[in-house]
């Protein structure tokens, strides 16, 4: 149950509609052509948000700059070979695009896999805080892991089991088994497609694996990846298991249960591709508050300015994605709590202002900014991302993606008290949205970040008029020209999102808690680790 506003509830500054609509106005309008990075939009957008920044008083974030440099390599693959499998009855060739779909992680020329041992490593999956782990036991270098997409319990009805039941854990996610397999230092990683546990078809692996690919760039052009990733269809792998005398489906069973291990397949993988690379550059804009008492801890505000920039045009031939909702109302709401915070006076601990870029190609501004942080992460407490604003009235309750994962949600419970808000779980925990907003590339390491917006409960109308909203924007307006602004918005509903955001922040911001992860969540052991560093320096 809510419980009714508090009277002892610290104060909100008012929120400035005014600059709200001004910031979504400019932002979204057609001269800024939708914010596609590394057009000529983005100084103009860059200019736009230091001005705002500006005029709240916050200062330059990046060492008296306002500006961290984004640089980014995107890496289209050519030529593919198919794949071939030795070491069976038979000599076995698999064709690219229909049967396998394949990229790679380094800035590389050429990618060659060559009698490459396969090993099938179950879900991929090693978590030491719930005693699992699919590698146990073997060295992956030179070999090729074949992977099971999704998680053991994902299956399962409600959340209670070990990976959270149902609800997907970074475990289940693709991007997770790419990168443990990386870790476990293997040549390369396939994983196996399968409609139902990843929600996907096909179509969408073939079309998203065969155009080119974003990433930002390293010091070490991803030598630390692995050579190969990539996706194969569920009867090419009951193929390839067949002809090593083994069963996927009995395999899959066996991967469920704790005390897996891996399985080599006394087979071995051939193919080769070539990569086209083309390298880039973006920027962050990065505005800071510091301190009053403890300047050396920081506290986030982050939200992406970038957009889809010219796209498919409509039926009236407009082909400006203008990202009004998606997402100059994150920046807007980052302007008003900027102006907010400067207003309240300094918190104990800094505030820092991050406005990042190229969410839309993979989280690569977020992602940038945890590689390379101006702010050490051990010494970052947490954060809130903002991510899409909905115009409309005010809700009764907050809608948390991610589920109950660290100490951030009894700071959360604590100000839907104030609010007198109720709290609502996402609709599609299977879905992990929690890993798909800039959030996550703090969370991944080690930060916790909250990721909460306005329910569909709304004061005016209740549930029927929250869906309504919400079925316009995801069937109309998401990712197409029509997300543009209005002045007929409803604005108090935004308004008290950016009120409820102050609180989680500024509660963060005076506060000398430390929230940490749950003892078995898959981010707390990052956390820890980088916790005791930082307390050893
Ligand atoms: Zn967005």
Redesign the pocket.
Known sequence: MPLAASHAAPAVPPVDEALMRETIRTLSSDEYEGRGPGTAAEPKTLDAIIARFKAAGLQPGNKGQWLQDVPTATISGTNRSPLTITGGAATMTFKPSSDFVVGSYRITPHTEVKDSELVFVGYGINAPELGWNDYAGIDMKGKTAVILVNDPDYAMEGENGLFRGRRMTYYGRWTYKFEEAARQGATAALIIHDTFPAAYGWQVVESSWSGAQHFVQTANDGADQTVANGWVQKPVAEAILKAAGKDLAALTAAAQQKGFKPLPLGLKANLSFDNTIEKANSHNVIGVLPGKTRPDEYVLYTA?WDHLGRCKPDATGDDICNGAI??AT?VAALAALARMNAKAGPAARSQVFLAVTL??SGLLGSEYYAQNPVFPLARTVGGVNM??LYAGGPAKDVTVTGGDKSDLTAILRKVEGEFGLSESSEDHPERGYYYR?DHFSFAKRGVPMFAVERGTDLVNGGKAAGAAISDDYTNVRYHQPSDEYQESWDMSGMLQDVRLFYRLGRELADSTIWPNWHPNDEFRAIRDKSLAQAKGK
């Open positions: 992406h998606d997402n994150g969410e839309e991510d899409a907003s």
